[in-house]
């Protein structure tokens, strides 16, 4: 939507025009509905809403921004919610959206939903980790017994086909309700006097456990190219299936997480943030930088006398303290990322490092040759600052490479986010390490 179609909609939701406005309003899909009401006031969503149809609204409404859909159910009493929304949402999308609220408001909404069935699946699933596939998955997918003819599966299938709006797979349970196979629909055309579904049903479907974290069905999903996942308890009963279109919401969620953990924001924020909130995701690792500076100044502050006698040396101190934490960020991203997505485990910390360590090796080299060219030419061979300088790069490169390596793979020993590593906490620790190195090397060499 631009700006255009923004304005006139904020004119008809004034002039209180309601025939044109849901006029406007139906040639536009939910995800633009959604758009233009995280701009709207919680009050002119409203009036919004009550111009939509049910499925529509409830489609607009998963679509919407957290925030801003935070604040519209707000205004909202719980029966409206149920009723209008809830009622006409996939169990996943019903449970992301109760998820959402304080557990008083959760019961009354979940109090007012007619379908007791639907309720009861809202429930159980609230029950699981959001971080697991049981926290992702939807209860609606349709089911045929293995020992059913094919007649009577393709009567089964067309009753529940009529309550889904999309149907990715058909799966093949026995009668203890645990998941045998994947009923090809191709079959149903060119095998139809096949007596049975076990025996034209595709067995072994790949399949997740309700504990599975999601970054792991995320994985999968990817791996097998599945439209969908079917989700198993603890003993294989068949209870959810999970799709496509709800993993690339949580890829995106993940990212957006790693990134701002990799810039050094504490929490998860928006660009329409308040000042405050803003203000205490971006402060702790400030205040930590700070606290890195004014460590690498007392270091600086005791070598008062080699500086005095060497001052060229304080013109390389940004050239150390700038590509150690370049060169810790690239391998720690490196190593996030290979975390991230199966390609590295942390069962592999030494093979890996000896891997980075090769690497660091050879730039290192370049890099230390290259300044010491440079120096040789401005100052000559025979000044201290030509080689305790290349020499403190040499050693700055290889540490922070196998630094950078070696903290993100025991994080995700220790079960911690191994995207903090690729931010300020590598650039602080290998600054600091980098002046440490550079201050005892030109001693030394003095």
């Not at 995207?419 to 650039?427: D, L, N, R, V």
Request: proline letters at 3%; hydrophobic letters at 45%; aromatic letters at 6%.
């Amino acid at each position: 939507m631009n700006n255009d179609d923004i304005k006139l909609i904020t004119e008809l939701i004034e002039n209180k025009e309601s025939d044109k406005l849901k006029e406007v309003l139906s040639s536009l899909h939910p995800a633009d509905i959604a758009e233009l009401c995280n701009e709207l006031d919680p009050e002119d969503a409203r009036f919004v809403y009550l111009l939509l149809d049910n499925e529509t609204a409830a489609d607009v409404l998963i679509e919407m921004d957290e925030d801003a859909r935070k604040r519209f159910l707000e205004v909202l009493p719980s029966e409206t919610i149920a009723k209008r929304f809830v009622d006409y949402m996939d169990s996943d999308d019903a449970v992301d959206i109760i998820r959402e609220m304080d557990e008083d408001k959760q019961e009354e909404v979940l109090s007012h939903i007619e379908d007791i069935e639907q309720a009861g699946d809202i429930v159980d699933l609230l029950k699981y980790d959001e971080d697991t596939a049981g926290g992702l998955m939807g209860t609606e997918m349709v089911v045929v017994n293995e020992n059913w003819s094919m007649p009577e599966c393709l009567r089964e299938m067309r009753i529940q086909a009529e309550e889904m709006d999309e149907i990715y797979y058909v799966y093949v349970v026995d009668d203890d309700e645990r998941l045998r196979g994947v009923f090809p629909l191709k079959k149903m055309i060119t095998s139809p006097s096949v007596s049975k579904v076990k025996h034209v049903m595709k067995k072994d479907p790949i399949s997740v456990r309700v504990d599975t974290p999601v970054e792991e069905v995320v994985q999968t999903i990817e791996k097998y190219d599945l439209v969908a996942v079917p989700v198993v308890d603890s003993i294989g009963r068949l209870v959810g299936r999970i799709t496509v279109d709800d993993v690339m919401d949580e890829v995106r969620e993940q990212a957006e997480r790693d990134y701002q953990l990799a810039s050094g924001l504490s929490q998860d924020v928006e660009t329409d943030d308040n000042v405050f909130r803003q203000t205490t995701a971006r402060l702790p690792w400030l205040l930590i930088g700070m606290l890195g500076g004014i460590g690498n100044s007392m270091i600086l502050g005791n070598f008062d006398t080699t500086f005095a006698a060497h001052p060229e040396m304080a013109l390389y101190i940004p050239l150390i303290g700038g590509t150690g934490g370049n060169v810790g960020t690239q391998s720690s991203a490196l190593v996030v990322q290979g975390l991230a997505n199966s390609s590295l485990n942390a069962e592999n910390t030494f093979k890996q490092i000896l891997k980075e360590s090769v690497v660091a090796l050879i730039n290192a080299t370049i890099i230390s040759m290259l300044v010491y060219i440079y120096n040789f030419v401005r100052f000559g061979a025979s000044a201290t600052v030509s080689y305790s300088v290349s020499i403190s790069l040499f050693a700055v490169v290889m540490f922070a490479s196998i630094f950078g390596t070696l903290v993100p793979m025991t994080l995700e020993k220790l079960k911690i986010d191994p995207a903090i590593a690729t931010g300020p906490f590598i650039s602080i620790t290998n600054d600091i390490i980098g002046m440490l190195m550079y201050m005892g090397i030109t001693v030394l060499l003095s």
